[in-house]
């Protein structure tokens, strides 16, 4: 029901900067704590960054400081900055989205990140 669509993976050099977006299908996006996951090569799904309807914001410690993750309510759009790359960023970046009121959990199908000189 509700759909997710990321973008604005792509190859960019350690030190570097990306944006990611995922935009939402419906206005329940408004009552969805959102998020963004990784899987890197042969690695597990792992949290990277949360953002609830009220903005408070969550971040994996190996991301804290260089990523930040927000949201555009009016475009049913979430975003994370992503400065300071590493090779380590290197990963599939899915976004994700939990309803407030059942719990239910959407995925997008991803966007690669590489991170390489």
């Known amino acids: 029901q509700v759909q997710l669509v990321e973008s604005g993976g792509g190859l960019v050099q350690p030190g570097g900067s990306l944006r990611l977006s995922c935009a939402a299908s419906r206005a329940a996006f408004r009552l969805a704590t959102m998020g963004w996951y990784r899987q890197g090569p042969g690695e597990q799904r792992e949290l990277v960054a949360t953002?609830?309807?009220?903005?408070?914001?969550n971040y994996a410690n190996s991301v804290k400081g260089r990523f930040t993750i927000s949201r555009d309510n009016a475009k049913n759009t979430v975003y994370l900055q992503m400065d300071s790359l590493r090779p380590e960023d290197t990963a599939v970046y899915y976004c994700?989205?939990?309803?407030?009121?059942?719990?239910?959990?959407?995925w997008g199908i991803g966007t690669l990140v590489t991170v390489s000189s």
């Open positions: 953002i609830t309807t009220e903005d408070n914001t």
């Open positions: 994700n989205a939990r309803l407030s009121w059942n719990g239910r959990t959407y």
